[in-house]
């Protein structure tokens, strides 16, 4: 029976192999020499715990897969199914599969890991409608413990653990979630309007919390304000009614409307209040009986700017519109990284990755803040 260093070399030779791939090019992509790499093919080397994760990288596997023959996350394996999504889809898809990558290469490398994912979710009935707000305020109550209203992303990765990442994906996708046994993430288009992405991660959060993620790996919402269809219907049902409730919760929206009306006025107001969208908060004042459905389409074609001008809040719809597209690193993912880089358990390239640059840049920006200086850099400027 062969020993662990064995299979290691078989799998590599394999996907070598299968994938019509030459050594010496291999040896160049994974930063080792040609003889090296022939050396721990031979079995008279054996391979870095580097060489393993870059192999790993460029084969689209994991390390677990080179060491213990354990396949790819289910996650990946669903990205991978989903070729006919759109470009956007794509890259977002891809991005996730990256940084679970590194968080599986710290903990395969031993690097101090994460707090895990805790969460005691409450009993669900099975009717969406009713679950989605039973979980929101649940969770509402975890997520103001840590300032959801001051930085909703930042709350949710600090309370729950689950990566939040804003990027540009153009157009055809709004949000994804991703769990493996490695990391939770949630990924967010930012080429979408403010009041939209604020909506969707909190929709992707109902899909973590809820355990929609959890036996797939990857829910995908190419259009989240898209009416609910195929065997999904429940659980993004159930994710929009979380949404809503989180977003706006039943007690802070009746308390604004105190004689059980709603003026225009008020309505205008309310939109900067709960900063969501017109359409949303009319559904949701629908649902909680304080507008008929004639009201509802009436105040769902308020214009946002419109919106913010007569309910006073100018100031703070230029400031969503303005910072909109700014783009968010996974925190959590880039310190853990750091932390490494500079504590020389890794290389640069992890952290760059996560930060979504060249290595160069970090040693850049970190060489001079290592515990001990940097043995293979020379001074930029020595007095």
């Not at 995908?220 to 009614?241: F, K, W």
Request: glycine share 6%; charged share 25%.
């Amino acid at each position: 029976m062969p020993n662990e260093d064995e299979a290691i070399r078989h799998r590599v030779r394999t996907l070598i192999e299968s994938n019509d791939v030459n050594q010496q090019e291999l040896a160049q992509t994974i930063g080792t020499t040609p003889s090296k790499l022939s050396k721990s093919l031979n079995g008279t080397r054996r391979f870095s715990t580097y060489e393993l994760a870059a192999i790993a990288r460029h084969f689209h596997t994991t390390v677990d897969f080179l060491v213990d023959g354990k396949m790819p996350a289910k996650g990946a394996l669903a990205a991978r199914d989903d070729s006919h999504r759109s470009e956007g889809w794509k890259r977002a898809a891809a991005r996730a599969e990256e940084l679970d990558e590194i968080e599986a290469a710290m903990n395969d490398l031993g690097v101090a890991p994460h707090a895990d994912f805790v969460w005691k979710r409450p009993a669900l009935s099975g009717l969406a409608i009713a679950d989605g707000p039973d979980l929101a305020a649940a969770a509402r109550r975890i997520l103001d413990e840590h300032g959801f209203e001051a930085d909703m992303a930042s709350s949710i990765e600090n309370a729950f653990n689950i990566h939040v990442v804003a990027e540009r994906f153009g157009a055809g996708f709004d949000g994804l979630s991703w769990h493996t046994d490695d990391s939770r993430i949630i990924i967010i288009n930012i080429d979408a309007v403010w009041s939209r992405q604020r909506f969707t991660i909190a929709h992707e959060l109902g899909h973590h919390l809820a355990g929609d993620v959890d036996d797939a790996g990857l829910v995908t919402d190419l259009d989240v304000m898209a009416r609910a269809s195929g065997p999904m219907r429940i659980a993004e049902m159930r994710a929009n009614a979380f949404a809503a409730a989180l977003l706006m919760p039943a007690d802070d929206v009746a308390a604004k409307c105190p004689d059980g009306t709603v003026s225009a006025s008020q309505f205008a107001s309310m939109v900067g209040e709960f900063r969501v969208s017109s359409d949303a908060l009319a559904w949701r004042l629908k649902s909680l009986g304080l507008i008929s459905d004639e009201q509802r389409l009436g105040f769902s074609q308020m214009r946002p700017e419109d919106a913010a001008s007569d309910g006073g809040w100018i100031e703070l719809y230029q400031d969503l519109f303005k910072h909109q597209a700014r783009e968010r690193v996974p925190e959590a993912i880039t310190v853990r990284a750091l932390n490494a880089f500079l504590r020389r358990e890794v290389s640069a390239r992890w952290a760059a990755k996560a930060i979504g640059c060249e290595a160069d840049v970090v040693h850049q920006a970190f060489d001079g803040y290592s515990v001990e200086p940097a043995d293979d850099k020379d001074p930029v400027f020595a007095p």
